[in-house]
């Protein structure tokens, strides 16, 4: 291995145990470590394709994957091999070796950093490591490429359900060069055979209005996505309009964790536990029409004491409730937006990183590739049991719904 690892500075140290001591207290240590296990992947991807360029006889010759043992757990790499079999990553430890605290240092400097090319090179610089600036920034602009791909690409027709959050940061614009609140819409979708998408993301300067949900959903239809059965998201301003207008036979599920949430907000400390007792209960509920009047039922209890509040879930009441008529074993992936917000976790760690805020969009568009790429290659390749059961049932559902 190399010992210029193990010659972090003081100061260096501190930060990385600063930066993991902020995200273990979010229980977001597996966010760090796909970040990690992703640059390390794009890094030795550079390298091998840097090493071919050398031989004309030689080429690239897919992967095979090796798994190491670090500070952080598991980490799963792909690693890139060539068709005379000479090349070997630098940043990989010996073959019989899981991985040492020197790995572990590289592995948290990088990630410290992000996708920053400036401070990416010099760290390895400072490692004594072969990567020219050259080839740091050919492992950006192909992220940053296909980003831009990624944005036009040809979307499903049908499509389960859509999780769609908007997530508030920071963004330097190019034109005043300050940095200024911006939000990006994401749009994850679950197809019909239960696997997990990012369908697109969608970046804005100041906070989400009904303007952007059109746009955003305007391009979804343009990009052939005209029939999903379901969306799933928070009660965002203007959302509920744009879906009614260009989505008029899609369910609307406002997710149920977000109303609890707001319970908690709005309605005093043994009230809302009381409240939210009970909406645990009738979240188990087979029928929708019966926890329908079950949840009416327990707010007119409360409206006297929180009058407002009530009769804004009163108002939106049928959309709380929607993922019960769908099937049994599928509703606990429907009534929340986790998925999506775990996906913008990963987003804002990557920002805390990288000082606060994204330096540019090309910054953020290649943060966001990683992201994608991470998991549509690793976690979101499995399709949950229950989806395979539910089948015929879900093609009912889009017969009836939109006659297909």
């Excluded at 991807?45 to 360029?53: G, I, L, M, T, Y």
């Excluded at 630098?90 to 590289?106: C, H, I, T, V």
């Excluded at 679950?190 to 990012?198: C, F, S």
Aim: glycine residues 4%; positive net charge; hydrophobic residues 35%.
């Amino acid at each position: 291995m190399y010992p210029q690892l193990k010659n972090l500075s003081k100061e260096q140290q501190e930060i990385v145990e600063k930066l993991l001591h902020h995200i273990e207290a979010q229980d977001n240590v597996q966010g760090l470590k796909e970040i990690g296990d992703a640059l390390l992947n794009a890094l030795m991807k550079s390298e091998r394709d840097a090493f071919v360029n050398r031989t004309k006889s030689n080429k690239g010759n897919g992967f095979y994957p090796r798994t190491l043992m670090t500070g952080l757990g598991k980490i799963d790499l792909l690693i890139p091999r060539d068709r005379l079999n000479e090349f070997r990553p630098f940043l990989l430890p010996e073959k019989w070796q899981r991985g040492d605290q020197s790995y572990d240092d590289l592995i948290k400097s990088l990630v410290i950093h992000a996708y920053s090319p400036n401070k990416i090179r010099s760290i390895l610089k400072n490692l004594g490591l072969s990567y020219s600036a050259n080839e740091i920034e050919e492992i950006t602009n192909d992220l940053y490429e296909r980003s831009v791909t990624f944005k036009t690409q040809q979307l499903p027709q049908k499509v389960l359900c859509l999780y769609i959050d908007a997530y508030h940061t920071r963004l330097k614009d190019p034109d005043s060069k300050k940095v200024l609140d911006a939000v990006i819409h994401t749009v994850i979708g679950l197809n019909d055979e239960g696997l997990k998408e990012v369908y697109g993301y969608y970046e804005y300067f100041g906070s989400e209005n009904k303007e952007h949900w059109l746009m955003v959903l305007n391009n979804l239809i343009h990009r052939g996505l005209p029939k999903p059965l379901l969306i799933i998201s928070d009660d965002f301003p203007g959302l509920k309009q744009a879906v009614d207008a260009l989505f008029p036979k899609t369910d609307h599920q406002l997710c149920f964790i977000h109303m609890q949430r707001n319970v908690r907000k709005n309605m005093g400390k043994s009230d809302a536990k009381e409240f939210n007792d009970t909406l645990k209960i009738l979240r188990t509920y087979k029928d929708f029409d019966k926890a329908l009047h079950s949840f009416e039922h327990l707010c007119r209890q409360y409206q006297k004491k929180y009058p407002h509040f009530i009769q804004s879930l009163l108002e939106k009441k049928e959309h709380y409730f929607i993922f019960l008529k769908y099937p049994q074993d599928l509703r606990k992936h429907l009534y929340t937006t986790n998925i999506v917000e775990n996906f913008n976790s990963r987003l804002e760690l990557m920002r805390v990183n990288l000082g606060g805020y994204f330096q540019s969009q090309k910054t953020l568009q290649v943060s966001l590739q990683v992201l994608i790429d991470k998991l549509q290659l690793g976690r979101w390749r499995k399709t949950a049991p229950a989806f395979k059961s539910c089948e015929y049932e879900i093609n009912q559902l889009f017969i009836q719904r939109f006659g297909l």
